[in-house]
């Protein structure tokens, strides 16, 4: 089984950052996907970003070169470096790991909140 644990949200103004952190435990395969999902009120989950364990990454469009996800291998953990904030950020951020169709794993969620 894999337990991940995000930290780092809050409630921020438009145009300022934060960086969100997920920490990955148990067993996990060295070959995987993390990333960040994220679901606003009344809408369906959506990617925001991922990484592989290779490094490649995929961004959604409307992160328009605003975020960044990082992770580090050898202590199971990925990042969301976020900037620019807008109010439509406004979300429960979701850290996912992904070996396989099956073996796919959520986080508790962590709440995002941009707003003056």
């Known amino acids: 089984q894999v337990q991940l644990v995000e930290s780092g949200g809050g409630l921020v103004q438009p145009g300022g950052s934060l960086r969100l952190s997920c920490a990955a435990s148990g067993s996990i395969f060295s070959i995987n996907v993390m990333g960040w999902y994220r679901q606003a009120p009344g809408k369906q989950r959506e990617l925001v970003a991922s990484?592989?364990?290779?490094?490649?990454?995929n961004y959604a469009n409307f992160v328009k070169g605003r975020f960044t996800i990082s992770r580090d291998n050898a202590k199971n953990t990925v990042q969301l470096q976020m900037n620019g904030l807008e109010p439509e950020d406004t979300a429960v951020y979701y850290c996912?790991?992904?070996?396989?169709?099956?073996?796919?794993?959520w986080g508790q969620g962590t709440q995002v909140t941009v707003s003056s």
């Open positions: 990484i592989s364990s290779g490094g490649s990454v």
């Open positions: 996912n790991l992904r070996v396989s169709i099956a073996l796919n794993y």
